[in-house]
Nanobody, 127 residues
Framework: QVQLVESGGGLVQAGGSLRLSCAASDRTFRGYAMAWFRQAPGKEREFVAALHWSRGTADHTDSVKGRFTISGDSAKNTVYLQMNSLKPEDTAVYFC????????????????????WGQGTQVTVSS
């Protein structure tokens, strides 16, 4: 069973940057798609970004394109979310997830079955 641990959240001013990390417990996660989701208070959880190691594909939701970048380091079994030009509306708990499934378009990474989840890390952006 894959275990995921997020880190890197915190408080930052608007326009600032943070890098979130998601460490997987073992190398088996390389066969999964890895994703970041977020949930703001009173809102539903939403997809942020995902990548698939073995297929080399990635996708980001439109609201973060050009500002956030998902990447991974296979040697460290770690996935990152680099967040630049942060806005107050990016404030949320960010969750890392691992999932599987077939897809033909990277935009479908959002809809894979994500079965492993981390505990979440809080990101707060002040105005």
């Amino acid at each position: 069973q894959v275990q995921l641990v997020e880190s890197g959240g915190g408080l930052v001013q608007a326009g600032g940057s943070l890098r979130l990390s998601c460490a997987a417990s073992d190398r088996t996660f390389r066969g999964y798609a890895m994703a970041w989701f977020r949930q703001a208070p009173g809102k539903e959880r939403e997809f942020v970004a995902a990548l698939h190691w073995s297929r080399g594909t990635a996708d980001h939701t439109d609201s973060v394109k050009g500002r956030f970048t998902i990447s991974g380091d296979s040697a460290k079994n770690t996935v990152y979310l680099q967040m630049n030009s942060l806005k107050p509306e990016d404030t949320a708990v960010y969750f890392c997830a691992a999932g599987s499934g077939s897809y033909s378009n990277p935009r479908q990474l959002e809809n894979l079955k994500y079965v492993y989840w981390g505990q979440g890390t809080q990101v707060t952006v002040s105005s």
